[in-house]
């Protein structure tokens, strides 16, 4: 049957930065990595996403080994999607960790609960450390699953890669592999293109302290509260405020 675990008190996890609205199973999160971590049962693992004015794509992990990758949303159509995640498998309790692999700049992401049998069983296991990257487009993953030739004719645009949600992973970046061999969890605070004092081209307003303390970066002005405390902070910022001129 296609209906959601409907236990309040067995609701997942979702990594650090989140908003709760009335609805019990409704979450929206924005940040590179934010997600779902839970421990479910069932031979089969479903999801119910939607993502708000566009294609987001998410990473997974089932039982500690990357799963599928799949895109949700389209520009037009923010209709919630039902994503097999995992088939096979044996009947007993599983890790899943859903993670958002696109920045900040994209549409908000809607998480619904678990479908088709998956049952939340209990909270996952916790984190031996808590990680925090406040970065630019080195720490989203821009265009990290592309390739491009170097040097490049700019006349030829078939040797170049421009940036889409596709092959932009969150999952591939150094901050996310750090925090998986560490077995830390991490919040990404970082968007492309943006500095300390000034953003790329010395666009004036394109600054990460100004959504640094959201939940939601441009897209919501309500306070990110802190109750985490992180064991390591890594600024990696600087880069946008220095180039051109």
């Known amino acids: 049957s296609t209906n959601q675990n409907d236990a309040p008190a067995s609701l997942p996890r979702v990594y650090l930065r989140w908003k709760s609205f009335s609805r019990p199973y409704f979450r929206q999160f924005a940040f ?24 987001v794509y998410y990473a997974t992990v089932i039982d500690g080994i990357p799963g599928p990758r799949f895109a949700v949303g389209k520009k037009d159509d923010s209709t919630p999607q039902i994503i097999n995640i995992a088939s096979g498998l044996s009947d007993s309790i599983h890790r899943v960790e859903i993670y958002r692999d696109n920045e900040v700049a994209e549409p908000i992401s809607v998480f619904l609960g678990f479908f088709d049998g998956t049952i939340v069983k209990t909270s996952a296991p ?26 490049n004719d700019k006349n030829d645009p078939s040797l170049h890669c421009p940036r889409t949600n596709e092959n932009t992973s969150w999952f591939h970046t150094y901050g996310a592999i750090a925090a998986r061999y560490f077995n830390a969890q991490v919040s990404t605070v970082a968007w492309s293109g943006w500095g300390i004092s000034r953003g790329y081209g010395g666009a004036p307003d394109n600054l990460i302290p100004t959504i640094y303390s959201t939940l939601l970066g441009k897209w919501s ?11 390591v902070i890594l600024i990696n910022l600087k880069g946008n405020d220095w180039v051109l001129n």
Do not use: Q, R, W
């Not at 916790?126 to 925090?132: G, K, P, R, S």
């Open 126 to 151: 916790v984190a031996n450390y808590n990680f925090e990257i406040i970065g630019d487009s080195l720490s989203v993953g821009y265009g990290i699953l592309g390739v491009e030739y170097h040097p």
């Open 32 to 55: 590179s990595g934010s997600g779902v971590v839970a421990s479910v049962s069932g031979t089969k693992i479903s999801v119910k996403l939607a993502s708000i004015g566009g294609p």
């Open 221 to 231: 002005d309500v306070s990110y509260s802190f109750s985490t405390t992180m064991d």
